[in-house]
Nanobody
């Protein structure tokens, strides 16, 4: 059982930056970030493989968000730049049990964090 704890959310003005962190209780395979905007379904944001050799981003965040991981710390990060009001959401960290590719579908992820709120003001 992999436990995940997110941190780093908060309130930021449009154009600003935030870095989310997700500490895992043990080294995981592919890890990802998802978000659930107000009144909408949860959506994929970014994923990274275990050795960080492959990454994948949603089109809506490509070029603005960067996913990375530090396996020595069992931590995955999401650097978010040029934030927009439409990025406002609860952000969730997730980990797969055995995926070696940057999975996009939420069903591929077995473990989930509790979520952290990101609010981008105009």
């Amino acid at each position: 059982q992999v436990q995940l704890v997110e941190s780093g959310g908060g309130l930021v003005q449009a154009g600003g930056s935030l870095r989310l962190s997700c500490a895992a209780s043990e080294r995981a395979f592919t890890m990802g970030w998802f978000r659930r905007p107000p009144g909408k379904e949860r959506e994929f944001v970014a994923a990274i493989t275990r050795a960080a050799t492959n990454k994948h981003y949603a089109d809506s965040v490509k070029g603005r968000f960067t996913i990375s991981r530090d396996n020595a710390k069992n931590t995955v990060y999401l650097r978010m730049d040029d934030l927009k009001p439409e990025d406002t959401a609860v952000y969730f960290c997730a980990a797969t049990a055995d995926y070696t590719t940057p999975a996009v579908a939420s069903v591929a992820y077995k473990y989930w964090g509790q979520g952290t709120q990101v609010t981008v003001s105009t």
